[in-house]
């Protein structure tokens, strides 16, 4: 997290591997034994133990794929707050490999992709997720769009903002939620909820 300005915050947090995220991890992971092992097999097939020659090959190769594309099921949630209370939310992917100058918001350093970017005085609510009451009022609402970009909709940290897109439909974010985040917000927007924050290794409900 960093930031000179105390209305700034940015602050990333690893994906935790569940649901969806984590069916990509796996079948990303058999991908590279799998993809490598039958094009060898085919080889060996139709040359013969001149195969064998192409094993150094795929060694040298396997390094710049596998970071080419495990950062894409491996990834950070990141937002950023800046320029007078915008928030901006992206998955992080590492450093990139070649700076896209068309993107004028993001780091040249930066792999990221935006999900998100609004005002956060534009949220009609920013409200603990895991917290039963406002669960309830946030599920009596009927959203079906629901960002997930927290670590875990579990996480007890996790909040969400309502907002309402371009085309007017109501929808939600999910985000971990920091003690200086959470101050910002408050700052920027009166209907922000303020809660105990939780941190790692307490025992939680007590």
Known sequence: MSGENKYNCDYAVPKKPEGSYK????????TYIIVPLAILAILTVCLGYVAFVSVPFFLIMARPVINGTWRYVNYDQRYEIYNAGTIRFTRYYGKKF??????AHADEKIAEKLILECKIKDFEI???YNVPE???SLDAMGITNVINHSSSPSNPNVYYAVYTNESGEKCAVLFDMIEKTLG??????????PTELHFSGEELGK
């Open 23 to 30: 069916t990509k991890r796996t079948i990303v992971r058999a």
């Open 184 to 193: 910002i917000m408050e700052y920027y927007n009166k209907n922000t909820v």
């Open 126 to 128: 920013i409200a603990p």
């Open 98 to 103: 070649k700076t896209d100058k068309n993107d």
């Open 134 to 136: 406002h669960r309830k």
